[in-house]
């Protein structure tokens, strides 16, 4: 069968915790893993998060820094910053996930081709809404926890639909929110100028224990070279979004 393709509580000490009055746990290369099942995420659905906003140098472009140069006065005025929009920014950043349930079926869920999969029935995962420029809702999709024992493997990944290499031009973060526990962040923070698209985390069961680990592989081609680096065995075609 065809598919698209696009071309805390653990130890405390052992993560990096985020700010705020909601507690959170950073993963990092060196703390890159965690169970869901310890954190008491039993049931419920697990809602993962893609939001991403444009990096600050990136906004007004090189032409505005220049033109401090020749104004040194200029240097020690506050600078204007613009709110990014359609026509200024060509970044579309699209959150998927590829999943192989317990009885071996394969496929993946995802904006392109409109592959929104279901929450109550295969692969009872569910992609809702799609950010087309980097709104503070961002991206999300729920997985249904009640189901866990359906559920092999899942790669939660993000690309780039418009095909224009710009990783290194946002900030972007994936969050996941545990029915129980506090929220997962995982951030894409090393720089990939030229990469289309990054798988970010996985989520595997093991002997019945759901297990979260950090990945952050960016890759230079689109869904279907995820799926060489983690053996998914897919076949993948050139697809489509509406832009409507």
């Known amino acids: 069968m065809g598919f698209w393709d696009g071309l805390r509580p653990l130890r405390a000490a052992q993560f990096d915790a985020g700010s705020g009055a909601t ?33 600050t140098s990136d906004i007004g472009g090189r032409s505005q820094q220049g033109s401090r140069l020749l104004r040194p006065l200029k240097l020690f005025q506050p600078e ?49 809404g799609d950010d087309r420029f980097g709104a503070p809702s961002g991206e999300t ?45 995982i951030e894409l923070d090393e720089r990939a100028p030229e990469a289309r698209s990054c798988a970010v985390f996985t989520v ?11 990945e952050v592989k960016f890759v230079y081609g689109f869904q279907s070279e995820l799926d060489r680096m983690y053996g998914f065995g897919m076949q993948w075609g050139r697809g489509y979004k509406s832009r409507t």
């Open 23 to 55: 507690s959170s746990i950073v993963l990092t290369r060196r703390n890159a893993t965690i169970s869901l099942d310890k954190q008491g995420a039993l049931s419920g659905n697990l809602r993962v998060n893609l939001s991403w906003r444009m990096r």
């Open 80 to 128: 204007v910053v613009q709110a990014h929009t359609q026509g200024m920014v060509n970044v579309d950043l699209d959150l998927g996930c590829m999943y192989e349930l317990s009885d071996g079926t394969k496929g993946v869920v995802q904006p392109l081709g409109n592959l929104t999969g279901d929450l109550n029935a295969p692969p009872y995962i569910r992609l809702s």
């Open 141 to 185: 999709v729920y997985v249904n926890l009640d189901q866990r024992d359906e559920i092999k493997r899942l790669l939660f990944f993000v690309y780039i639909y418009d095909q224009t290499p710009a990783f290194d031009r946002t900030h972007a973060m994936v969050t996941l929110y545990p029915g129980n526990g506090p929220r997962i962040e």
């Open 204 to 214: 595997e069961n093991v002997k019945g224990e759901l297990v979260v680990r950090r």
